[in-house]
């Protein structure tokens, strides 16, 4: 009863802020609706900014209406469930697999000291830490094509469209258009994403608790943070992934949001990321409130500043 509560819970927490995943995956794939306008960056310099995630979201309501912010929703909560079912499934097997496993006593352990070695440490953590990757990895890839849908249902904002407006439509579109493989477009970067993510986070965490916060006074109490930390910093870092990810559930979809001149079809992940980059774009969507234009722009002649052009968004 406890699970069933808490995943009842968790459902309730998407719901409530799906519609800024909405905002945020729309501006992951490039669809700006409404025109940068002049502003001022937090060093004083003149730049042209995007709507914040208010204004989106008003723009977002008044052109599809109160449930058009929750465009995607049901797929997305049905990946969670099952991404975090196979997840945690895989985990308990793993774990009771890995717990059986004769690993050669460390010279701590024959000579019966206490405190555990580096290497024994080192060994631990790594462990801890495949379990984990393998774990996670598999909820990514049964729950990618959800993901998929998610991502194209929202898509439809941009050209209207109406294929992905329901679960099984959606099966159908996606296997007609693309086959098999259409349910798992972007899982590459996805899945790579999630691996860099979670070996770096906690190794960084080892290595500060077991160096650092295992040494300071009260550190015992901090060590409860150090995770979720630097779980949050890596994040950050990874972020690109995601957005790679996401542009390939779409591109090349049929919908207008995936097809020039709103987004190239690319032809791979390295070739999503590459384009990305030389726009600048990778960054995209991490932050919803100051979202400067990276784009090239002009000086007006009474000194303001202008979009210098067209470009794929």
Known sequence: ????????????????????????????????????????????RKVLCYPNLFKYLGHIRKQDGFFGMYRGLMPRLAGGLIGTYV??????????????????????????????SALAGIQTMAKNTSVEVLARCAGVIVSQPFHVIMVRSMGQFVGGETAYSGLFSSIAEIYHHDGILGFFSGLVP???????????????????????????????????????????????????????????AISGSGLAAGQPPNMPVYTNWLDCWRHLSLHRNLKRGSSLFMRQFTGPTITLHDGSLAMAGVRFS
């Open 1 to 44: 009863m406890e699970g069933i509560a808490q995943g009842i819970l968790g459902a309730g927490v998407t719901a409530a802020f799906h519609p800024v995943t909405l905002t945020k995956v729309l501006i992951q794939i490039g669809h700006e609706p409404v025109a940068p306008s002049p502003g001022t960056s937090i060093f004083g």
């Open 87 to 116: 997840t945690a499934s895989v985990s308990v097997q793993l774990k009771g697999g890995t717990n059986n496993l004769n690993l050669p006593p460390t010279k701590d352990e024959v000579d019966g000291d206490e405190e555990p």
């Open 190 to 248: 996805r899945i790579l994403g999630e691996v860099i993510t979670i070996w770096l986070a906690n190794t960084l965490t080892y290595l500060v608790n077991t160096h650092i916060v295992h040494k300071a006074p009260g550190g015992t109490d901090f060590k409860n943070y150090t995770g979720a930390i630097f779980s949050l910093m890596v994040t950050q870092l990874t972020y690109p992934f995601n957005v790679v990810s996401n542009n390939l």
